[in-house]
Each structure stands twice: as C-alpha cells, then as structure tokens.
C-alpha cells in the first residue's frame, strides 16, 4: 500500500473521497505528495472507465492485441479530460469568482472527485449495470460539486454554479477550439484499434453475425442430401463481418 | 468478539467483491464471440439417442427443443427428472423429435466442463454437487444466471440471443430439420432458459420461416422482442412456484408500462398463462415430481407431460391422446 507523508494510505484516500469526505478534499490540497495521488486516482479510474465502455470495441470486432492498446488510448483520453476539467475549473474560480488558487491544488481535488469512477467498470455487470451507471452519475457529480466547493473555497450554491459554467465551457470548447483534439483522438483511438468503428451500441439492434445464412441455408439444402446433413452441418456456418 | 465480527465483515466483503468482480466480466464471453475472439464453431457433445429422445425421425411433425435449467453445465442431461419427463414426453408424442443436447448458457453450446481456462474448475464443481456439496451446485447455478441476465440486458441481448439462435438451428439441423418443409418448433424453456427461449425466438424467426412455439416451464423471463416473434407462448407455472415470479423484477413485466413487449403481447393475446396445479419450481413437489400426485391421481411429471404435449398437439394437429384437456387462454388447467 501506497503511503504519502500528511495523508492515509492510497487506498485509504480513495475510500474517503468516494464516502465524500470533505476532509481528504482538503488535506489533498496541502501535503506534497497530493497531485501524485490523484494522477494515480485519475489513472485508475480512466482505465475502469475504458473497460466499462469496451462493449463499443468488441461490437466493432477488434482483435484482442489491438484490445488493450484501444483501451490504453481511451485511458490516456480520460487524463486529458481531467486535465481539461482541472483548468476549466481553475480559470472559472479565479477569473469569475475571484479566489485565489494554485492550480496544483484545484489539480488534487478534481483528481479526487475521480475517485467513484474507479468503479466504473462495474457498469458491464448484466441487467444491473444500467441502474448503477446512473447511480455513480449521480455520485460524480456530487464529488464534482465536492471538489469544486473545497478547491475553490465557495459555498455550496457558488460551486454548483461553479461546476455548471465548467461544465458548460468544456461543451463549447468540444464543439469549438477542441474539435481537432477530438478528432485526433478519434483517430488514433481507429489506428490502434485497426478497425473503422463504424458501430455503436444503437446500432446493435441491426447488426446480424450471419447475415449470408438465410441465401447459404437456401443454396446448401440443394446440395446436400438428407443423409449429409448431420455430417456436413458445420460447413455452412461461414464467418461474415457484421452488417447493419 | 468485535474482531471476530470485523474478521468476518472483512470476509463477507471480499466475497461480495470477488461475486461483483466475476459478474463484471461475465458479458466477456458473450462480447469475446462476437468479436470473433472465440472462432465460428459451435460444440456438439455427440450423446447417442436412448432411443427416446435425441432420436432422429423422418417425416416428423414437430421439433421440440428442451434448454433445461440453470443447474446445467452441458448438453447432456444428468437429472433423472429430466430424463424421465423426456421420456415420457417422447411416448405421448411420437411424431415428434426431442432434443436436449443444447447448452442454452454459452454461446456456442460449448459445456462448462469442456472450457479451455476453467474446465478443472467446473468439473470439480459437478462432482461436488453430484455428491450433494450445495455451494458447488450454487456456484454453476450463479455462473448460468449471469448468462440469463445477459440474455435479458438490452446491451448484450441482441448479441446474445443471436448467438442462441445460431445454436437452436445448429441442433435443429443436427437432427434433420428440413426447412423447406416448415415444421412447426416447439422451444421448451425450463425455469432461468425461459429467457433462453425467448430471447432466441427474434433472430431464429429471420433464419427459419416456421411457425415457432415458446413453453415456458416455470420460466424466468423479462419483456423481450422474442414476445412479439413468437408464434405463441404459453407460461406454465404451479402456484407454489415462486421462483418464476422473479421476472417481474424486469420493469417491462410491469402493467404500468403498457408499451412493453410483454403487455403488447398480452394485449396481442400471443401468450397463455396456465396455472397447472400446486407444483412448486424444482425437486420434490416440482413439475417433474413423480411421487407428488394432483388430486385426480395423476403425478406432477404426467400431468406436466400431458399439458405440454397437448400443446404441441394442438398446433402440429396430430391426433388427440387418451387425457387430453384443452387448452384455452384461462389461467388454470385442470384434469
């Protein structure tokens, strides 16, 4: 177990901040080592995240190698976005509310509010992963609103006010001046993934595995005698690409 | 005392996590196939017929597929209720071919005792539970739920139950289906394989232009598109089945979500509730009980026997047997 001077254990802090404890939002700030624990909270949590949203690779067939690299990069992905949302909500506290904050220490606690992401790979579990996805929403923002509301120094009202402006600017800067990064992004995530990822989850309804099977059926049975059948069945299984 | 409890909650929480942890990766497999990770071939676990079921018959009038409960690891049928309720289901229904030899809880009906990684595992599992260990048997029994709720969640179902499909015609083929002639296909899902059956009834309508029958046996099931595909569906379940009251935790099952496919197959009138009697899910006083007797005389298994295969009597119009009753869209039946 991880231990950095002034604070718990790692996994100690990552229990503490998930119970929303506002003290660890605070004592992050202060000890030296704080900015690695939370690097190593958003690491974690981007690597969750990338497993609980892998259902897109495997819907879109991509080869186990090209797997963990495809979830590597989104994990990587997941930092730029904390690095986003670190700035976002440093430039919102000190040129809209005036405060006075290093951005280390706003660094620490958007790090922390990171922490119920941790779990996010829960969400694959069946039928239950939908309602816990929701759940741990919820719980994000709450931390969001948390981390905000102790990095800042504001009052409740001010850092949900806060988190809705950070919010709202990452959402015109993703349809702006962010547009190429996300397109790189997207790019690269389709290299590592050798695929085009053309599919999503919407789109799965409409995809079939064997889509020549009902014409194979069809032109097999000429073929084959009665007596064949039991000894030649697998040979009408072909593989296909899914088609929508 | 209170570091014992605390030994205790430390344990009970590892457990829980290590449950959570598997359940996580249980859509791995259903995902893995479909990405092509596993390869095309579907397993077979080749059971000779006992001259009953799995009996190849030319010219029949029906197929009738049975996907057993989650107490399965394989195709082959080890409970000697099952055997017997095949059986006899043979008897009364001659014309008919019977198949059992699918594995509903894997996507390519490959056995749990014959997996690359975990066969070990799951053998020493069988053996303990053959020799009556319960956690052994609850351990397959939770790893064949997590395949039921993959079936019955909108993220993995349409993967999972093509992949059902693909198996069901797999089997049916195996056995001579003939599918220019259309016979009609009855799908018997045995308690959690009631979602196995229904789930599977969406894609195996796009590859077989049959009319397709679902019998659900004390059935655990959600609202499902298989509902609207189905030909006809018919719940049957004893009043002291409560497990098969379990598919009311899917929302869709609900009155109050009228626009489900279950409350629009109700409204449709494609499925049938039939009460059979006092027959509790599984076991002693179950459905496939000989020894529990209705009050006419009749066991739970012959009588089980008779409902299902008036059922398919009905709409394969073969002949009428000896105790035949109809079977109408009231919620009891009674001998």
Partial sequence: MVEFTGMPSLWQTIQQAMRLDQNIFADIQRVPGGLGIALIIVSLAGLSESLGQSVILFINRVRPRRFMLALLITAASHLVGYLLWTMTVWVVGVYVFGQTVSLTAIACVVGLAYAPQILAFFELTPFLGNPFSILLSLWSMVAVVMAVQMGLALELWQALLASGLGWAFIQIWRRTIGRPIYALGRWLQRRATGVPMEFTLSDLSLLRRHRAWPENLGNWRTRMSQRDLRGNVGKLFKREQPRA | ?335
């Fill in chain 2, 1 to 335: 005392m209170l570091e014992t409890l605390g030994d205790l909650a430390t344990y009970f929480g590892i457990v829980l996590m290590g449950l959570l942890i598997w359940a996580a990766l249980s859509p791995f497999e259903t995902l893995g196939w479909w990405a092509g990770w596993f390869g095309e071939k579907i397993y077979v676990d080749n059971l000779p017929s006992d001259g009953f079921v799995r009996a190849v018959r030319d010219d029949s009038r029906g197929y009738i597929l049975f996907l057993s409960g989650i107490g399965r690891v394989s195709g082959e049928t080890f409970s000697r209720r099952e055997q017997g309720f095949l059986q006899r289901l043979a008897v009364a229904l001659p014309d008919a071919v019977i198949i059992d030899d699918i594995f509903p809880y894997s996507v390519n009906n490959l056995a749990l005792t014959g997996q690359p990684v975990f066969a070990r595992f799951w053998r020493w599992a069988l053996r303990r539970k053959i020799d009556g260990a319960a956690l052994a048997g609850n351990l397959i029994n939770l790893r064949n739920v997590l395949q039921v709720l993959i079936s019955a969640d909108r993220r993995y179902s349409p993967i999972y139950n093509q992949a059902m499909a693909e198996v069901l015609l797999h089997g049916l083929l195996r056995y001579n289906y003939d599918v220019n002639r259309k016979t009609p296909i009855f799908i018997v899902g045995y308690s959690g394989a009631g979602q196995m059956a229904v789930g599977a009834v969406t894609y195996l309508r796009e590859l077989i232009d049959a009319p397709i029958y679902v019998v659900s046996l004390g059935g655990i099931f959600s609202s499902d598109p298989g509902l609207l595909a189905v030909d006809h569906m018919y719940h049957i379940y004893g009043t002291e089945d409560w497990p098969q009251k379990l598919g009311l935790i899917a929302p869709g099952r609900w009155p109050l979500f009228a626009a489900s496919e279950w409350n629009r197959a109700r409204r449709q009138e494609l499925i049938t509730l039939l009460n059979i009697g006092p027959m509790c899910h599984t076991s002693t006083g179950g459905y496939l009980d000989i020894k529990s007797l209705l009050p006419s005389g009749v066991s739970y298994l012959d009588h089980t026997v008779a409902v299902i295969s008036e059922i398919v009597r009905k709409h394969t119009q073969l002949p009428a047997g000896s105790n035949s009753f109809s079977i109408t869209d009231s919620t009891s039946v009674q001998t």
